[in-house]
């Protein structure tokens, strides 16, 4: 590092500025071009595309949200899970799969591999949804929220690289795969995403209704293939 740019460094840090950020964009104007990104670090590229989310507008979502949802979890992870957007309880929380859904969805993780004798927990895979921001009494995201929002999905998927992702329920296998075909049709077979294979399974939300005890041991079986592909 030459010493102006140590020295620069140095300046902020005294003034107990740890991180220089890039202020999002006001509504309406184009964004900048991304920040170059380092391809190995895919927890620098995960924040800088929170950054360029910042406090953003671009969809009617906005309007509704408490918090934004961008994702959690190991942005080194093998295995990304995307649901559909979040609900109330992360809209509060501002984070993903925390409520009911999200409960049933971590046990389903955590049981499938430990009963597969793989070590994995919630924490070391990589968690989001299409749309970032809670659609008003959980409706589904509508096309146009979903290709827009769905941009920074596609590119925390670029920076995490991961070798496998589970599409959870027929909306988000629709967003992800642009496919019409539903998630009865789709699930259990695999499907790609540029070169990343994609196991589309049903949603949690789905599985919690009682009549669907077929369809947990379905989402069972196509976990089982999404970790073994990740994992053996
Ligand atoms: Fe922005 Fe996505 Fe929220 Fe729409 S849903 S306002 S695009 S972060
Ligand atoms: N349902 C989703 O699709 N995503 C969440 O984060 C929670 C519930």
Redesign the pocket.
């Known amino acids: 590092m030459s010493a102006p740019l140590r020295n620069y460094l140095e300046f902020y840090r005294d003034l107990g500025i740890a991180e220089l950020f890039v202020d999002p964009p006001p509504a309406g104007e184009a964004a900048p071009a991304p920040a170059p990104a380092d391809s190995a670090d895919p927890a620098g590229q995960l924040q800088v595309i929170q950054n360029d989310i910042g406090d953003c507008t671009r969809c009617r979502l906005h309007k509704g949200r408490h918090s934004i949802?961008f994702g959690s979890g190991n942005p080194l992870a093998k295995v990304v899970f995307v649901?559909?957007?979040?609900?109330a309880d992360?809209d509060a929380q501002g984070l993903?799969?925390v409520?009911r859904?999200?409960q049933l969805l971590t046990r389903m993780i955590e049981k499938t591999c430990a009963k597969e004798g793989l070590p994995v927990r919630r924490n070391d895979v990589y968690i989001c949804?299409v749309v970032k921001c809670r659609p008003p009494d959980n409706r589904a995201p509508e096309k146009d929220e979903m290709e827009i929002c769905g941009r920074f999905l596609e590119r925390q998927l670029q920076a995490i690289a991961p070798k496998a992702v589970c599409v959870?329920?027929g909306t988000a296998a629709k967003a992800l795969l642009r496919t019409t075909a539903g998630i009865t049709k789709l699930r259990g077979n695999w499907q790609r995403w540029g070169d990343i294979p994609v196991m589309p399974t049903f949603?949690p939300?789905y599985l919690l209704r009682a009549y669907n005890a077929e369809a947990k041991r379905l989402a069972w079986e196509d976990l089982k293939k999404l970790f073994h592909l990740a994992y053996d």
């Not at 649901?83 to 609900?87: A, I, S």
């Open positions: 949802v649901g559909e957007g979040p609900g992360e993903p799969f409520g859904a999200g949804n959870l329920g949603h939300s």
